[in-house]
């Protein structure tokens, strides 16, 4: 894993299935040869889980090859951090993702939206008396499963909240009710000694820094950011090509760690770089996040072009 002033240096995957795994460990020699040093790996629902086997999806990912996967990243010195999607991002399309299809009652919008016509994805809600212990034991086996000194809770994009739909909340401020889910989860993980990653866009105003709505927050989420611990890391992604990136120095402000995350734009990704690397000299600029989002699959990673500009960038 990098040391403690190393850049960072990542990749953030989605694997759904064993095959996934078995391509990426052939792949990781190639990666580790181009600079990475990170590999962030999104298993939401996609792992065998002990604790809850209601809950896994149709192809999990066995601890067998996860073990497989923490042995060959141990060998090449690349820090493995699992990713679980927490809060928001609970369905996609017309499918409900099994937390509540299994535990309806978490919905933060139960009994709306058939089929999720008519919302981008569904919520649980973060003030449910039970959802923590779940999920909990979800984070948990990931830790253990992964070796993990650190787990990313995704949390990008949450639109349901404080839903008039929720009657636990209902005329409640989305801001505080963001800032509890955010600091439940960190509370848990700091008591497991493990670090804690974020998506950043809910934390940043939209009308102040003039991103959109899916990269900053017109649901009043943002003033969450002065509500939560400052030893989060913030992954601060942006995909498109702009001229600066103010959630840069923002964050930093702050008191944040911020891990820039780009995706499959190459002129984006030298742009967002180049950005960040006038913040170079601030230790809490860490590096940079190669996001992928199918598209490239595990076993092509290495010849993908945003990846390569990225890590060629990073090694100057």
């Known amino acids: 894993m990098p040391n403690e002033h190393e850049l960072w240096r990542g990749i953030h995957l989605l694997l759904s299935s ?12 190639k990666l580790v040869n181009l600079g990475v ?3 962030i790996i999104e298993v939401d629902y996609n792992y ?3 604790s809850h086997p209601e809950l896994r ?11 497989a996967l923490v042995e060959e990243c141990r060998v090449h010195s690349v820090r493995l951090i699992p990713q679980f999607q927490c809060l928001g991002h609970q369905s996609w399309s017309n499918t409900t993702f099994p937390l509540l299809v299994k535990y309806p009652e978490f919905d933060e919008t139960l009994g709306q939206f058939p089929n999720n016509e008519g919302i981008y994805c569904r919520s649980w809600c973060p003030q449910h008396p039970e959802i923590n212990k779940i999920v909990f034991s979800l984070f948990d086996e990931l830790i253990d499963a992964f070796e993990s000194d650190a787990l990313h809770v995704g949390i990008d994009e949450v639109f349901l909240i404080a839903s008039e739909y929720c009657p636990r909340c209902r005329n ?6 963001f800032a509890k889910a955010v600091n439940d989860y960190h509370e848990h993980l700091k008591e497991r000694g493990v670090e804690m990653l974020m998506w950043g866009d809910r934390l940043l105003d939209s009308k102040t820094t003039g991103y959109g709505m ?17 030893d989060i ?9 702009r001229d600066d990136y103010p959630s840069i120095p923002f964050f930093l402000e702050k008191g944040f760690r911020v891990l820039p995350s780009g995706w499959k734009d190459v002129e984006a990704t030298k742009a967002f770089i180049a950005f960040s690397q006038k913040y170079r000299d601030n230790r809490r600029m860490l590096g940079y996040l190669c996001t992928t989002w199918g598209a490239v699959k595990p076993g092509q990673l290495a010849q993908w072009p945003p990846l390569r500009v990225a890590m060629e960038m990073l090694s100057q």
């Open 18 to 29: 064993n095959n996934d795994v078995v391509f990426l460990m052939k792949e990781i020699p």
């Open 37 to 39: 040093n990170i590999l």
């Open 48 to 50: 065998a889980y002990s």
């Open 57 to 67: 999806g149709p192809d999990p990912i066995t601890l067998d090859n996860v073990r």
């Open 172 to 177: 409640h401020s989305p801001s505080k009710l």
């Open 214 to 230: 899916w990269e900053s927050s017109e649901n009043q989420t943002h003033p969450a950011i002065d509500m939560i611990p400052r």
């Open 233 to 241: 890391v913030i992954c601060d992604w942006h995909y498109t090509l």
